[in-house]
């Protein structure tokens, strides 16, 4: 793995007098044809304010985008599904209801040991993963930090209740992620259970189920009695055959850091759902900014294990601090290595939040510039509205605009002041936020100000459009 500094300067579009200075700078002697080795190419892309990316380390940074696997050597894989839905709809209890009634127990007999996420068997014998942290905040975390966990989506909705504003969002987020959903319609031991009208209510949010005669499944349960337990398992099962989910077992180990904490006897432990490839005790990880040399593994029985292949969850103990949750874990080839990548990541971080401090992140000039430079197609917005007449009138004007190279896409349509959740959504999918008649809460404000997400508000819709208008064939102003 070596370059010339030539080359090394014309990838970075850089002078290579300049790599050569730098070079200098740290004690060594180089001329214009001299090759380096990977690691020093690689500091010295950093230390030019570039992103270093060679093979391993897109791997690395890119996760799931980076190597991609022959067709001929990716496995079926288990689904890993997250519980959406209203507070107090039932999520925990659902979680709760599988996790004791389908849960092989463990060679020690051992309880089960909350780590984040869980693997459970449906009837035919087969397993799936659930996320154990219910509800679309965990979900949209996650989605924003670039990671994606969640092949399938349960949206639980209380029959005695029917569809209400955290189902909503559930809804807006499963479908900006495009993430398939599963309707568990619980609670139907209660006897005002009307299953009839969540499914008239789902209708409304343009989710239609089987028996409407759309081909979103439903399945009737109730947390409580333990009743379409093995329905809902089967459900899920049928879905993830549609996705054909598969993986490559057979390289290194990436995953996504579901949960992670400082613990008080074994240290930073983060719980980990290998995405591709086996990871094994013994293994050297990058985990976000920090590294380490896994120590053991912990299955969700609590066990000791060797090894965890994809769509598995386990606890990995040894690394050297904790990371957060969405992080994504790597292994890589040497401690030197495991080192340089979480240095690099912690300067990055510093500098993201000295970045961030000094404005905001996500404004409409920004977006369009990352746009162009992207050449993406579409133009991401939230529209929220006093109404549900204008929040349709603005979407179907903005959803008209634009031409074959960029376009707009309303991520979410919602009436009502823009809330915090709105913000977390509008960070998932790196867009701004439009109020039309409405206001942000003071949370929204403040998370939109954290997360530098822009919000824009109107009360001429006229207006509005013709922003977005501007916006798109690239004529905004930047001061607006
Ligand atoms: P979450 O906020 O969505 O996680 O909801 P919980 O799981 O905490 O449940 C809220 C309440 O509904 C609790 O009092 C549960 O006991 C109750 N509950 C959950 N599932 C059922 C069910 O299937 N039937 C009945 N009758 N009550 C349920």
Not at 12 to 32: F, H, P, S, T
Not at 158 to 183: L, Y
Not at 255 to 271: C, H, I, N
Not at 437 to 444: E, G, L, P, Y
Request: aromatic share 2%; with cysteine; proline share 3%.
């Amino acid at each position: 793995d070596t370059i010339t500094i030539q080359e090394l300067a014309n990838r970075m579009a850089e002078r290579a007098v300049d790599v050569i200075k730098l070079l200098m700078q740290q004690g060594q002697m180089m001329k214009i044809n001299d090759v380096i080795d990977a690691d020093t190419a690689e500091l010295i892309v950093a230390e030019m304010g570039h992103t270093p990316k060679r093979v391993s380390e897109s791997d690395v940074e890119e996760g799931l985008v980076g190597q991609a696997d022959r067709d001929e050597d990716l496995k079926p894989r288990a689904p890993v599904v997250t519980v959406m839905g209203h507070v107090d709809h039932g999520k925990t209890s659902l979680l709760d209801a599988i996790r004791k009634a389908k849960v092989v127990q463990g060679e020690a007999g051992g309880i089960t040991q909350h780590i984040g996420a869980y693997q459970a068997q449906a009837p035919n014998g087969e397993t799936i993963t659930f996320i154990d942290t219910p509800g679309h905040a965990a979900f949209t975390s996650m989605r924003a930090r670039g990671a994606k966990v969640t092949d399938i989506v349960i949206l639980v909705v209380a029959a005695d209740d029917g569809v209400m504003p955290q189902t909503i969002e559930a809804i807006n987020h499963a479908r900006a992620a495009g993430v398939p959903m599963i309707v568990a319609v619980n609670k139907i031991d209660k006897p005002d259970a009307d299953p009839n009208r969540v499914r008239n209510d789902l209708l409304r949010y343009e989710v239609v189920t089987e028996a409407m005669g759309g081909d979103t499944q439903e399945v009737q349960v109730s947390a409580l009695k333990h009743i379409g337990l093995d329905e809902l398992l089967e459900a899920i099962q049928l879905q993830s055959e549609v996705l054909e989910l598969k993986a490559n077992p057979n390289r290194s180990a990436e995953g996504v850091l579901v949960e992670a904490q400082l613990d008080k006897g074994r240290g930073p432990v983060g719980t980990v759902l290998v995405q591709r490839g086996t990871l094994r005790v013994g293994d050297i990880v990058v985990a976000g900014a920090e590294w380490g040399k896994v120590r053991a593994l912990i299955n969700d029985k609590g066990e000791n294990v060797k090894e965890a292949g994809p769509s598995t969850p386990v606890e990995v103990l040894g690394l050297n601090g904790t990371p957060e949750a969405g992080d994504l874990l790597a292994v890589v080839d040497s401690e030197a290595r495991a080192r340089e990548i979480a240095d690099y990541r912690q300067r990055k971080r510093r500098e993201r939040l000295q970045a961030r401090g000094a404005g905001s992140r996500t404004t409409l000039e920004q977006m369009m510039s990352q746009i162009k430079e992207a050449g993406t197609k579409e133009f991401p917005l939230v529209v929220k509205a006093d109404v549900q007449g204008s929040a349709e009138a603005i979407t179907g004007a903005l959803e008209a605009l634009g031409n074959e190279e960029v376009a707009a896409r309303v991520v979410l349509q919602g009436v009502g002041g823009i809330t915090e959740s709105d913000v977390a959504l509008a960070q998932a999918s790196d867009c701004i936020i439009v109020g039309f008649n409405v206001r942000a809460n003071r949370q929204a404000r403040e998370a939109a100000e954290r997360e530098g997400i822009e919000i824009r508000y109107y009360n001429v819709i006229y207006d509005l459009v013709d922003d977005v208008k501007a916006a798109l064939s690239g004529m905004l102003s930047p001061t607006l």
